[in-house]
């Protein structure tokens, strides 16, 4: 298991700006937990400075607490792909580390497909396509997840995976064999199940092959009422193949699940796989990055109008510093991208190094009303003071993150799923508002657009406008100051 050593965590806590313990509460303010685990607990959260809602996995520091815990936080740092979960964060305390993270929209797979019943196997190529792309990806780095299962793997409405939860994942070398036994009882390999050591890339492609056959036939391929019963079976690797699947994909299942782990595939070798080279182009860009290391210079100029420096933003990006710049930038791009109808990154466009930036003239680009005057202080006021929350934000908790293999419950055969801490965010589920509507007098009142007075022309007066219009968008609370004759005031609505 990869690990920190204390010149590390020192050399980090210069970029993290570990040494104010208060930095989370004065940047982030908690709203509910949505799962809890063995290590961690996964709560719900809202960034003051951009009203986005946001995951935050708490990771508590025990006496041997660099084992599993930093392993994962230098994972996450190292991960950067469209079908993974984003960190955009971290800030260390005495006690424990908060991993900022990105909130995945949708569901997990796994009650996609408890509704459906099953996938036909199209859609079941187009997700799959996703998870092999994101697997492929780790694997590349020496990085293994451990726990791939549907509970771990969420979906959106338009069909975009992102991988959650890599607390068990490790990051090995080429030909290392690993002794740490740990999953899901019903996804791991046989080799798992029998105590041996284990090559680590081969665990995640048995646990593929389990995957895709949840999802083309509705059950996991292994189940058994005892752990002796389900051992037997899986490393007999004899399991039920419903004459409706294709001869490609039952071909594709068998070798996922080839019990001799040294006749496993690699997932190069899955990814050439006749039933996967259907729709070729449709394979994810695994070039994309989720964190850009160039920023998009419109953003950047109206970041600075709220306090923050130009070269600051750049290095943050460009060094993945992961400290509070470096998501804010993000999400702020978030917020950009969401406004122009993108769900997730924008498309190239003919000039690719400017995104067009929300402007307080659209008040659907950001999800927060205007709170404060362009006088009032920017960014030490901002990051200062308590804030609100308009988001609605979809409720899951009670689960719990799987551990070590002995101690993982045997699921029935009605398959009562194992549990994990995802990051997750459904809007199908219920919700709740946490904050007060803020808004202006006057022209909201009526539904007109709220304009600065005395604009200027030209890009200098474009980007005053946008700088403008986030000091007003963007801060915690209304000024104490009095205004000025002419301007409004900012009241919360009765």
Same mark, same amino acid.
């Given at each position: 298991?990869n690990?920190?050593?204390e ?9 993290f700006?570990?040494s ?7 940047q982030?303010?908690f709203?509910?937990?949505?799962g809890?685990?063995g290590?961690?607990k996964?709560k ?10 946001v ?6 520091k025990r006496k041997l607490w660099?084992?599993?815990?930093m392993?994962?936080?230098?994972? *996450? *740092? ?5 079908n993974?979960?984003?960190l955009l964060? #971290? ?9 900022? *993270? ?5 569901q997990?797979?796994?009650q996609y ?8 196997e199209?859609e079941a190529? =187009?997700?799959?396509?996703?998870i092999?792309?994101?697997v ?23 069909g975009?995976?992102k991988?959650i939860?890599? /607390? ?9 064999k690993l002794? $740490?036994?740990?999953?899901? $009882?019903?996804?791991?390999a046989?080799?798992?199940?029998l ?5 680590g ?6 646990t593929?092959?389990v995957v895709?056959?949840f999802?083309? #036939? ?6 058994a009422?005892?752990?002796?019963d389900?051992?037997r ?8 193949? @419903?004459?409706?699947?294709?001869e ?5 299942l +068998?070798l996922l ?5 040294n006749l ?13 080279r259907?729709? #070729?182009e449709?394979?994810?860009? !695994? ?7 160039l920023?998009?210079?419109a ?5 600075e109008?709220?306090g923050?420096?130009a070269?600051?933003?750049k290095?943050?990006?460009?060094q ?7 998501a +804010? ?16 990154r ?9 995104t ?13 009303? @205007?709170r404060?005057?362009g006088?009032?202080?920017?960014l030490?006021t901002?990051?200062?003071? @308590? ?5 609605q934000?979809?409720?899951? /908790? ?7 293999m002995?101690?993982? @419950? ?6 009562? !799923?194992p ?6 965010y459904s809007?199908?589920?219920s ?5 007060d509507?803020?808004?202006?007098q /006057? ?5 007109k657009?709220?304009h ?8 200098? =007066?474009?980007t005053?406008?946008? =700088?403008?219009?986030?000091?007003r968008?963007?801060?915690? $609370? ?8 002419g301007?409004?005031r ?5």
């Amino acid at each position: 298991m990869n690990s920190y050593s204390e010149d590390k965590i020192l050399e980090l806590g210069s970029d993290f700006s570990f040494s104010d313990k208060q930095s989370f509460y004065s940047q982030y303010k908690f709203l509910k937990t949505i799962g809890h685990g063995g290590y961690a607990k996964v709560k719900l959260a809202h960034h003051c400075l951009t009203g986005t809602p946001v995951a935050v996995k708490v990771l508590r520091k025990r006496k041997l607490w660099c084992y599993p815990v930093m392993s994962e936080v230098d994972i *996450m *740092m190292t991960i950067n792909h469209p079908n993974i979960i984003s960190l955009l964060q #971290v800030i260390e305390t005495e006690k424990r580390i908060y991993l900022v *993270m990105e909130l995945a929209e949708g569901q997990q797979l796994y009650q996609y497909i408890r509704k459906v019943g099953h996938l036909l196997e199209d859609e079941a190529r =187009g997700i799959f396509k996703q998870i092999l792309s994101a697997v492929s990806y780790c694997h590349d780095l020496g990085i293994i997840h451990r726990d791939l299962k549907p509970d771990n793997i969420m979906v959106d409405n338009n069909g975009k995976v992102k991988i959650i939860d890599f /607390g068990l994942g490790t990051q090995v070398k080429p030909g290392q064999k690993l002794s $740490y036994h740990c999953g899901t $009882y019903s996804f791991g390999a046989p080799e798992l199940l029998l105590g041996r050591l284990y090559d680590g890339p081969k665990i995640d492609i048995w646990t593929l092959g389990v995957v895709l056959y949840f999802m083309v #036939v509705g059950k996991v391929p292994f189940d058994a009422l005892t752990t002796a019963d389900l051992r037997r079976k899986v490393v007999a690797g004899k399991y039920a193949v @419903p004459s409706s699947l294709s001869e490609e994909l039952r071909d594709l299942l +068998s070798l996922l699940m080839t019990v001799n782990p040294n006749l496993r595939p690699t997932v190069a070798e899955v990814m050439a796989h006749p039933w996967l080279r259907v729709d #070729v182009e449709d394979l994810p860009n !695994r070039c994309e990055e989720m964190v850009p290391s160039l920023p998009d210079p419109a953003i950047v100029e109206a970041m600075e109008h709220i306090g923050f420096q130009a070269q600051d933003i750049k290095d943050s990006l460009h060094q993945r510093k992961f400290n509070q710049t470096m998501a +804010s930038y993000c999400l702020f791009q978030g917020q950009a991208l969401q406004k122009h109808g993108c769900p997730t990154r924008a498309q190239p466009a003919p000039n690719p190094g400017v995104t067009p930036f929300p402007s307080l003239e659209d008040p659907t680009a950001f999800p927060l009303e @205007p709170r404060r005057r362009g006088s009032e202080p920017a960014l030490g006021t901002l990051l200062g003071g @308590p804030s609100t929350n308009g988001q609605q934000a979809g409720q899951r /908790g009670g689960r719990h993150a799987t551990g070590p293999m002995q101690r993982t @419950p045997i699921l029935d055969p009605a398959h009562q !799923r194992p549990r994990s801490a995802p990051c997750i965010y459904s809007p199908s589920s219920s919700c709740e508002n946490t904050g007060d509507n803020i808004s202006s007098q /006057g022209a909201a009142a009526e539904g007109k657009s709220v304009h600065s007075r005395g604009q200027h022309r030209g890009l200098k =007066g474009w980007t005053r406008r946008v =700088g403008n219009a986030l000091m007003r968008l963007c801060c915690c $609370y209304p000024s104490r100051k009095k205004p000025r004759r002419g301007q409004n005031r900012v009241h919360a609505e009765k």
